[in-house]
């Protein structure tokens, strides 16, 4: 007879030193994206002095520099490569810490898939496991899931805070090659305030939004107000690299 899944997932929990034991030097590992990334397991590689965590490329779609450090001091240890600079690493890329890897969003799973960018390790965050075996990405679904097709190790880092979020984010306790449990809470930013600038702005904005109407979104003050005023409209199409 079969083992029950929660036994079989329960089987492949290990300590993130462990995990840290299976990194070799000059490997590529891809973190989790931005509010995704998986703290305790970078936290423990920010703090290690095991020597074999030398040379290595960290991938993060974006990065909000909350565990994984973009200081120099940790140039011995790792490069950060990003595909969105930001608010957080712009000043690193231009003093020429952090790589900048000039693509579209779209193009990231083929670069995965043939090898353009190596992903030898992806950590990434997840949900606790249901009674079927399955875990939720939760907040960070974007390229996770292409970068643990075409990684050679799978760690994910299971957190009881992360909300089980619907669509194309589920993913089987199959597909890890060890789990960790997080000791650290998820990644919180705080909204921006609005004033009465922004809400102006936003209402006049929202005027002219039709039903059915495709618009650009990101983040940030501007569009905190516009998304309050566009809970009237239907049918809306997004396109945004990050969406809350």
């Given amino acids: 007879m079969a083992e029950p899944k929660a036994v079989t997932w329960k089987k492949k929990i290990v300590s993130p030193k462990d995990v840290l034991e299976h990194v070799e030097p000059g490997?590529?590992?891809?973190?989790?994206t931005g509010m995704a990334e998986p703290r305790t397991l970078v936290k423990h590689l920010m703090a290690s002095d095991q020597l074999n965590l030398q040379d290595l490329e960290m991938i993060q779609l974006i990065s909000?520099?909350?565990?994984l450090s973009i200081d120099?001091?940790?140039s011995h240890k790792y490069r950060l490569k990003t595909f969105y600079s930001g608010w957080i690493a712009n000043a690193?890329?231009?003093e020429g810490r952090v790589d900048?890897?000039?693509?579209r969003f779209s193009r990231i799973p083929w670069l995965f898939k043939t090898g353009a960018i190596r992903i030898d390790m992806a950590f990434v965050q997840i949900t606790p496991f249901d009674e079927s075996g399955y875990a939720s990405l939760g907040v960070g679904v974007d390229v996770a899931r292409h970068a643990?097709?075409?990684?050679t190790v799978v760690v994910g880092e299971i957190n009881e805070q992360v909300p089980w979020t619907l669509g194309d984010t589920l993913v089987r306790a199959e597909e890890f090659d060890h789990l960790v449990m997080a000791t650290e809470p998820p990644i919180y930013l705080e909204r921006w305030p609005v004033n009465e600038v922004y809400d102006k702005l936003a209402s006049h904005v929202a005027s002219v939004v039709t039903d059915g109407s495709c618009i650009s979104f990101s983040i940030g003050p501007l569009y905190d107000a516009l998304a309050l005023h566009l809970n009237r409209k239907k049918h809306l199409g997004i396109h945004t690299p990050f969406f809350t």
């Fill in 100 to 103: 900048l890897i000039p693509s």
């Fill in 92 to 94: 690193a890329v231009r």
């Fill in 72 to 74: 120099a001091r940790y």
């Fill in 27 to 32: 490997m590529s590992i891809f973190v989790g």
């Fill in 64 to 67: 909000l520099g909350d565990t």
């Fill in 148 to 151: 643990m097709e075409h990684a």
